[in-house]
């Protein structure tokens, strides 16, 4: 349309360029499929509204490198690429290299990154997710990198675990776990992983697929270590394949370092290792995947006749960290009325034990010296221990590790 400078009044225009206004309009409207009427002042309006929904939508073509996008519906292209400009495209095809390019308008192949402006991963852009990307003056940014991951099969809600039981391998199992199919939440609580049942070799550093290593590599040593407490996580890829490993940090950084185009993490378990680096052994429970028992109780604290702290005393034990221990205490008073004892986590206001401030006591009875047994359950902390106390020092207490809690729905 000619420049309208000079070519009218305030309130008068000349024809010919009344008409080319008019054709403008017109052509504006058609493209959004509507024809002019005059039973319709808001017209325009309605075209702008669908053109601020819709307007930076484009058809997708190209192979799986190399992409073309082109005006959808006849609509008129950009003439140039712009700071900011934004762009959505639903992919012909999945991408399948680090650095795809898409071409606009035949303006010419801009390398496609992700939205922090590295490389892409293969599987990023799919044929089912609309892609968004964003023009930064060099490349554009694909701000909604694809997760195709598997449909839910069972009943996860936000930041639930479902399946995924645990135990150790008939055949091997010092050195196996056996993982049951199941589906969770990533640590995000924004994708649900779904795997299927596996096996994994914890002498060996991670690999993918059932039967295979799954010690992230860069730990000190290859596969279990003694006296150890391993995270085992869920992970994912982009392309909805699921796998299972160990690390010890809490982010699976490790682990996630061993893979290719695994990002997604979840933890639901722990495995601990015994003094010769062999996996302890232990049952999982089916009605409550949240406990742990181990096979054999084991004596993780012994104190002898008259030996009872009575300050409080910091006590390790074979639970995993930061979680809660099942444990038997066996205590027996040698020659106090009454004994009180206390067993805290070690975050707790370290106070004598009374007779209304106590978890176990024992009452003295020189006929019948029998050893009072107190199954209790106390938090743990980061390095697996937690506080006791009694009001005497006169008896002997024997402890036993039952298991632990381990809260893997919201873990």
């Known amino acids: 349309?000619?420049?309208?400078?000079?070519?009218?009044?305030?309130?008068?225009?000349?024809?010919?360029?009344?008409?080319?206004?008019?054709?403008?309009?017109?052509?504006?409207?058609?493209?959004?499929?509507?024809?002019?009427?005059?039973?319709?002042?808001?017209?325009?309006?309605?075209?702008?509204?669908?053109?601020?929904?819709?307007?930076?939508?484009?058809?997708?073509?190209?192979?799986?490198?190399?992409?073309?996008?082109?005006?959808?519906?006849?609509?008129?292209?950009?003439?140039?690429?712009?700071?900011?400009?934004?762009?959505?495209?639903?992919?012909?095809?999945?991408?399948?290299?680090?650095?795809?390019?898409?071409?606009?308008?035949?303006?010419?192949?801009?390398?496609?990154?992700?939205?922090?402006?590295?490389?892409?991963?293969?599987?990023?852009?799919?044929?089912?997710?609309?892609?968004?990307?964003?023009?930064?003056?060099?490349?554009?940014?694909?701000?909604?990198?694809?997760?195709?991951?598997?449909?839910?099969?069972?009943?996860?809600?936000?930041?639930?675990?479902?399946?995924?039981?645990?135990?150790?391998?008939?055949?091997?199992?010092?050195?196996?776990?056996?993982?049951?199919?199941g589906s969770a939440r990533d640590s995000t609580d924004m994708y649900t992983m779904v795997g299927a049942a596996m096996t994994k070799d914890f002498l060996l550093d991670w690999a993918l697929g059932d039967g295979n290593g799954g010690v992230a590599s860069g730990l000190s040593g290859t596969g279990l270590q003694a006296d150890e407490e391993y995270r085992l996580f869920q992970i994912g890829h982009t392309d909805g394949s699921v796998d299972y490993g160990l690390d010890t940090a809490s982010d699976a950084s490790g682990l996630l370092a061993d893979t290719s185009g695994y990002t997604l993490y979840r933890q639901f378990g722990w495995v601990l290792t015994d003094a010769s680096a062999d996996i302890r052994h232990f049952i999982q429970s089916a009605s409550d995947p949240s406990r742990i028992y181990w096979q054999a109780p084991t004596a993780s604290k012994v104190y002898g006749a008259s030996t009872l702290p009575t300050a409080q005393a910091t006590v390790a034990c074979f639970g995993a960290p930061d979680t809660i221990a099942m444990l038997s205490f066996r205590l027996h008073t040698v020659n106090t009325d009454v004994l009180y004892g206390l067993a805290l986590p070690l975050a707790a206001t370290d106070v004598v034990p009374t007779s209304v401030l106590n978890n176990m006591y024992a009452v003295f009875d020189a006929e019948n010296p029998e050893r009072i047994t107190y199954d209790l359950e106390v938090v743990l902390d980061s390095a697996s221990s937690y506080g006791i106390r009694f009001n005497d020092a006169d008896g002997d207490l024997g402890v036993f590790d039952l298991g632990y809690v381990y809260d893997r729905g919201r873990g």
Do not use: W
Not at 82 to 106: E, F, K, W, Y
Not at 147 to 175: K, Q
């Open 1 to 181: 349309m000619d420049d309208l400078t000079g070519k009218g009044t305030d309130d008068e225009l000349a024809a010919a360029e009344f008409i080319q206004l008019h054709t403008e309009v017109k052509r504006m409207l058609a493209t959004f499929n509507i024809t002019m009427s005059g039973a319709d002042l808001d017209q325009v309006g309605k075209m702008l509204s669908e053109f601020i929904a819709t307007g930076d939508f484009f058809t997708c073509a190209g192979s799986a490198t190399v992409y073309t996008a082109a005006a959808a519906d006849g609509r008129q292209a950009p003439t140039a690429y712009t700071d900011g400009m934004r762009m959505r495209v639903l992919p012909n095809v999945t991408n399948t290299g680090a650095d795809p390019t898409i071409n606009l308008n035949s303006l010419g192949a801009k390398t496609i990154k992700n939205e922090a402006g590295n490389a892409i991963s293969a599987g990023d852009m799919t044929t089912t997710r609309y892609a968004t990307l964003i023009y930064d003056g060099t490349y554009f940014r694909l701000t909604n990198a694809s997760l195709d991951l598997s449909p839910l099969t069972g009943p996860v809600t936000a930041g639930d675990i479902n399946g995924l039981l645990i135990s150790n391998n008939a055949g091997t199992p010092d050195s196996e776990i056996d993982i049951g199919a």
